[in-house]
């Protein structure tokens, strides 16, 4: 049943009237586990040289061997962020400067970064309107002969259509990243999302499913690949020598190692991916009921074979059917007290980086520079559904930040029907 009270917006009660908790998936275990490292005296045990230590401590293999088994995978690699892990990734599958990468505009900006990071050129593309992810229809249009790789997004915690992805690049001989910051946990046809692609990977950021603080996990199958990984991981240059390895390209290494602590930690935070993921899957199914019907207002869907992990939950709005912009929806819900709550969300190719297409130094490399084998566009209308999303039709709850009990979820319901109950009130004086 709506309810027709009047809006806080318009003067009436709020339908939240107190702060949600800060996710925290923080428990005894893992406050035990940092405790005993720090009484170990070991914080670390890296070693920037071809050494016993090169791969770090007994923490950090033991928590990399955890997430071998549990994603089943022949290699896992921690890093100190995942945007680290991106660096990485770019630079162990051989990318020159001026090759092309494809990725997603509607991403976070370090999905980019890591490629001109290397001195690589992002070519933006277009994303299907419901999943968010990448439309392989775009990718496939968006290939030169400079196309190196595809950086596939799984992006709010859904995954991008693998299968179609891996086939367009098992045709054109590129490799695929799996940038799964989002979605540790989710599946795609029987698979862990990021396990697809010959390098994935996941966030350990604080407001990620499980987290470190910072840190983050490469993934892949591929031992050179791993390897290379590892190296660049730390102090690539300083060890290839005495490692005997002959392949120099992009062995320029970096301190990208995680901590004893945050390996700890993580161990921890494994044996609970698996809940925290259900406790989001539960919360967002009860989300899909509490809204359904209500007039221009589209849930996340699900594709078939797969599973979402809901970092965010995203919908889309149809400003027409409403009567009402998103600007003043947003306006409205935060009235009612509804928290997390956010309307565009990236649209890469339109930041200033980009649009001025200037990166290193104030001369515009790479793009001005011989390495850039062609003029890539960044203008406005080369991603028409993130560019519509991002204008006016997106809109997103991140239940990542908080504790999200059915009581809560009820109480978000409650919100959203309530200004849907009055969106005539909320159209009077709209222009």
Request: glycine share 10%; aromatic share 8%; with cysteine.
């Amino acid at each position: 049943m709506l309810n027709k009270q009047k809006l806080a917006l318009l003067g009436g009660p709020k339908a939240i009237d107190r702060p949600f908790v800060r996710y925290n998936p923080i428990g005894a275990e893992e406050v035990q586990a940092a405790k005993a490292v720090v009484e170990s005296g070991v914080l670390s045990q890296f070693i920037g040289a071809w050494h016993d230590d090169f791969n770090g401590g007994p923490k950090v293999r033991e928590f990399e061997r955890a997430c071998e088994a549990y994603f089943g995978v022949r290699h896992a690699i921690t890093v100190n962020s995942w945007s680290s892990g991106l660096t990485a990734a770019i630079g162990a599958i051989g990318i020159e400067p001026g090759d092309e990468v494809i990725v997603s505009p509607w991403t976070m900006c370090a999905s980019a970064t890591a490629i001109l990071h290397w001195n690589a050129i992002p070519v933006f593309a277009d994303i299907e309107p419901d999943t968010f992810c990448l439309d392989p229809a775009a990718v496939e249009a968006s290939i030169t002969p400079y196309t190196k790789a595809i950086m596939a997004v799984d992006i709010f915690g859904h995954s991008a259509n693998m299968h179609a992805l891996m086939d367009i690049a098992a045709r054109h001989g590129l490799k695929v990243i799996s940038d799964t910051a989002q979605a540790p946990g989710a599946t795609y046809h029987g698979r862990y999302a990021g396990t697809l692609a010959h390098v994935g990977g996941y966030s350990l950021n604080y407001h990620k499913h499980i987290h470190t603080g910072e840190g983050g996990i490469l993934v892949t199958d591929d031992d050179v690949l791993a390897e290379r990984m590892r190296m660049i991981r730390n102090h690539a240059e300083a060890v290839v020598a005495d490692r005997g390895w002959d392949d120099l390209a992009n062995m320029i290494g970096y301190n990208f190692r995680l901590g004893e602590i945050e390996s700890a930690m993580g161990i921890e935070q494994l044996k609970k991916l698996a809940g925290f993921v259900g406790d989001r899957q539960r919360a967002a199914q009860r989300l899909d009921s509490g809204l359904a019907g209500l007039k221009g207002l589209r849930t996340p869907p699900v594709v078939d074979g797969c599973t979402h992990a809901y970092y965010v939950y995203a919908m889309t709005l149809d400003p027409a059917v409403l009567g009402v912009p998103r600007t003043r929806l947003l306006e409205a819900l935060a009235a009612e007290g509804v928290q997390g709550l956010s309307g565009a969300y990236q649209n890469l190719h339109l930041l200033p980086m980009y649009q001025k297409k200037m990166a290193y130094g104030s001369k515009g490399f790479p793009w001005t520079s011989d390495i850039c084998h062609r003029d890539v566009s960044y203008a406005k209308g080369i991603c028409p559904v993130a560019e519509e999303l991002n204008d006016s039709s997106y809109m997103g709850f991140a239940m990542c930040l908080h504790q999200l009990s059915d009581t809560e979820i009820d109480l978000l319901i409650e919100a959203f029907r309530k200004v849907w109950a009055n969106l005539s009130a909320l159209a009077e004086g709209v222009v």
